[in-house]
């Protein structure tokens, strides 16, 4: 009797304590969120976007159905974070550059608006981040004043990366890595991009940093997170990656460098190539989902609250399909606004284009649209050579009329034709540059000259036969005047040759020069 009087008190006095308990309300700061905490498994999710560019207004065709554009891309998010309380909103880089008027014609500000609109929570830079230079990437981060849009907030997600490195202290331009408290659980979130950074933007956008090997910074900020006792990581890296719509078949750099990451990382958000993903590699779930807002990333994780560490992920890759989904206004009102900032210049036809203009690299990796943006710069600077990059294309030409809007979509990046003197053995060299080791060829896009090379010969020896347009050999030591963009005249995309050219003059816009080309080439009237 005695025996059952006590236990009948203790029963009372636990049922008490847990009754207590579950009345008190839980306390929470900004990085923290609720989620009940009578289960020993909390579920978060994590929704990802990856090279946005700044297409605010791009619709495009996914296996048969139209998706994108910032309104639906909103709604999408909007609608999943509901799913689950307990979601952050990531990004994996590129989110600008190479953006179409309604946002380069603001320095991309648009788009930042909108990023902090859907209150993404964390973000990395991507290569094109920096395309306009550190202290413009620094303005749209944390805020600052610009001589032409005045002051701007900057961006409220985190922005991190650990292989950004400021040239003068050696040390991480961003913090590395951010941790987010979920329910008591901690998260580290670190950031990389990748190391061709240090190839696609001029080295006078990128003087104060330099990029470092991707795996060796990832591994340094996963230790410092272990020594913080955190458990479940997750890198968010503007470094290539693609897989079959089944997971398998993983290829591209990221898949390569998953066995040498560190195995406490449990999730990687791909970026950079623009292709899908989903899939395991090493353990890792990797995960892209294409680009320009066409879709997104849904990770899944159940964390062990006693453990603290991902003990199941999965994902998915979610087309913003227009289909059963209404566009989110609070985004319709963000685009109107830049709309009636910007007018109707952009809108304006331009001219009519008699047949399709494609980007489409052949054999010899040139393209029509290449090859005429070339004679435009050409004949801008009044030179018998010139020459285009591949990667200063992002859209084909559709036959019709065109809006100037459409030619700015085509080459968004805001470079100048400049002309440069290079010597002979010089542009022999430049040519040389388009055949790399460990890396796929980047072949150009040449006016005024015609050259042979044999496809058997070691790299940097495969020019047999260069002459120009009138069928001279070219000399070695003489001097020829020669069209580039000032993104190849600076070295761009390892294109060093360029470098050593003297700078004549400095003349239009590449698109501005291609403009007054098509409209010369083919006359429009009304």
């Given at each position: 009797m005695i025996k059952f009087q006590i236990m009948s008190s203790l029963f009372i006095l636990v049922l008490t304590i847990f009754c207590a308990y579950e009345l008190t309300p839980f306390s929470s700061n900004h990085s923290t969120m609720s989620h009940s905490t009578s289960n020993r498994y909390i579920q978060v999710q994590l929704l990802g976007v990856n090279d946005f560019h700044g297409q605010l207004t791009t619709y495009q065709s996914v296996s048969g159905t139209k998706a994108g554009g910032a309104e639906y891309l909103a709604a999408y998010l909007k609608k999943y974070k509901q799913k689950n309380p307990n979601t952050l909103l990531v990004h994996a880089g590129d989110m600008v550059g190479g953006s179409p008027p309604i946002s380069s014609q603001f320095y991309d500000e648009p788009t930042i608006e909108f990023l902090n609109l859907l209150h993404f929570d964390i973000g990395t830079p991507g290569n094109h981040e920096l395309d306009r230079g550190v202290k413009e990437m620094k303005r749209l981060i944390y805020g600052g004043f610009h001589e032409k849009t005045?002051?701007?907030?900057?961006?409220?997600?985190?922005?991190?990366?650990?292989n950004i490195i400021d040239n003068k202290t050696g040390t991480p331009f961003l913090h590395p890595y951010v941790i987010k408290q979920i329910d008591g659980i901690n998260i580290g979130f670190i950031g990389v991009v990748t190391t061709e950074t240090n190839l696609y933007v001029i080295p006078e956008n990128r003087k104060e940093v330099v990029i470092t090997d991707e795996v060796t910074a990832i591994n340094r900020t996963v230790k410092l997170l272990k020594e913080q006792g955190i458990k479940a990581i997750v890198v968010l890296a503007h470094v290539s990656a693609k897989s079959d719509r089944t997971g398998a078949n993983p290829q591209d750099a990221l898949m390569e460098m998953a066995s040498?990451?560190?195995?406490?990382?449990?999730?990687?958000?791909?970026?950079?190539?623009?292709?899908?993903?989903?899939?395991?590699?090493?353990?890792?779930?990797?995960?892209?989902?294409?680009?320009?807002?066409?879709?997104?990333?849904?990770?899944?994780?159940?964390?062990?609250?006693?453990?603290?560490?991902?003990?199941?992920?999965?994902a998915m890759i979610i087309v913003t399909s227009h289909e059963n989904i209404k566009p989110d206004q609070e985004t319709l009102s963000l685009i109107n606004k830049y709309k009636e900032k910007i007018g109707n210049r952009f809108n304006n036809i331009q001219g009519e284009i008699p047949e399709d203009i494609t980007r489409k690299q052949d054999i010899n990796g040139e393209s029509p649209l290449a090859k005429m943006i070339a004679e435009s710069e050409r004949k801008a600077m009044g030179v018998d050579i010139a020459f285009v990059h591949q990667g200063e294309m992002r859209e084909s030409l559709k036959k019709g009329r065109y809006t100037l809007e459409q030619l700015y979509r085509t080459m968004p990046f805001g470079h100048r034709v400049c002309k440069v003197t290079l010597t002979g053995s010089q542009i022999k060299l430049a040519l040389e540059q388009q055949w790399r080791k460990d890396q796929e060829n980047d072949m150009l896009q040449t006016v005024g000259l015609s050259y042979r090379w044999d496809p058997n010969s070691p790299i940097g020896s495969r020019i047999t036969v260069l002459k120009d347009r009138k069928g001279q050999f070219l000399q070695p030591n003489k001097e020829y005047e020669v069209a580039v963009s000032n993104y190849l005249a600076s070295g761009g995309d390892e294109f060093t040759a360029f470098e050593q050219g003297k700078l004549v003059e400095s003349g239009p816009q590449v698109v501005t020069a291609f403009l007054h080309y098509l409209k010369q080439k083919y006359p429009y009237h009304k």
């Open positions: 005045g002051y701007f907030q900057g961006a409220n997600a985190s922005y991190i990366s650990a040498k990451i560190d195995d406490e990382v449990d999730v990687i958000f791909a970026g950079h190539s623009h292709d899908y993903a989903n899939t395991i590699v090493d353990g890792k779930l990797i995960v892209q989902s294409y680009s320009y807002g066409k879709a997104f990333s849904q990770v899944n994780l159940k964390i062990d609250r006693n453990s603290k560490d991902i003990v199941k992920k999965e």
